[in-house]
């Protein structure tokens, strides 16, 4: 456990931020007490279930199990481009 001080906290916060992506969650105490974690933004968004995949998102969608969506098609001919 990597725990530091607030005003150490404060003053060495770059420092502090590169240790929780490399060394995993960082704590902060303020008069003996853990206030506070600092962890990386890849470990929060596991822990939030920020970091779904496509597949999940779209399985997510309201119109997952739909059947009677209407997809309009575009049906004006490609530009024809000369060299």
Known sequence: ????????AKARLSELVKCAESEG??????????VAV?????MYDRLTGNARG???LMQS????DAT?????????PTRDVSL
Not at 38 to 42: G, L
């Open 54 to 56: 496509l597949e999940a």
């Open 38 to 42: 600092v962890v990386s933004q890849i």
């Open 68 to 76: 009677d969506v209407q997809w309009d098609r575009d049906t004006s």
């Open 1 to 8: 456990m990597n725990a530091w001080q607030m005003q150490e």
């Open 25 to 34: 969650p960082q704590y902060i105490t303020h008069h003996g007490h853990s």
């Open 61 to 64: 969608s309201p119109l997952f």
